[in-house]
């Protein structure tokens, strides 16, 4: 068996454990793989997850936060690959931002 067989082989073994509620020994005992081995790979899946999947710089939105000193209204730009750009009032976003702050803390 390859690794990327192994691999994915084991990764559905997880999934079987974590849908059924298995403890990784009762886990090993039906795979046949090694407690320590489904342990290990359990960890290390779960490292991956973590991890923030790798995006070409085409593909990654940005919002660029511009401070002007002028009297105007406050605006938020954003700007996504594909997209037209979408502004927002930011006085509106901050009364936002604010009542979901107080709604917390009740």
């Given at each position: 068996?390859?690794?990327?067989?192994?691999?994915?082989?084991?990764?559905?073994?997880?999934a079987v454990g974590v849908r059924e509620n298995l403890h990784f020994k009762e886990l090993a005992r039906r795979s046949g793989i090694g407690f320590r081995t489904l342990h290990r790979w359990n960890s290390r899946f779960r490292k991956e997850s973590s991890m923030p999947t790798p995006q070409s710089d085409e593909e990654r939105a940005f919002i660029e936060l511009v401070e002007r000193v002028q009297g105007g209204p406050t605006r938020i730009e954003v700007y996504l690959p594909g997209e037209p750009r979408l502004v927002i009032d930011g006085a509106a976003v901050i009364r936002v931002l604010a009542h979901m702050i107080k709604a917390i803390d009740r």
């Open positions: 068996m390859d690794k990327r067989t192994r691999r994915e082989w084991i990764r559905a073994w997880l």
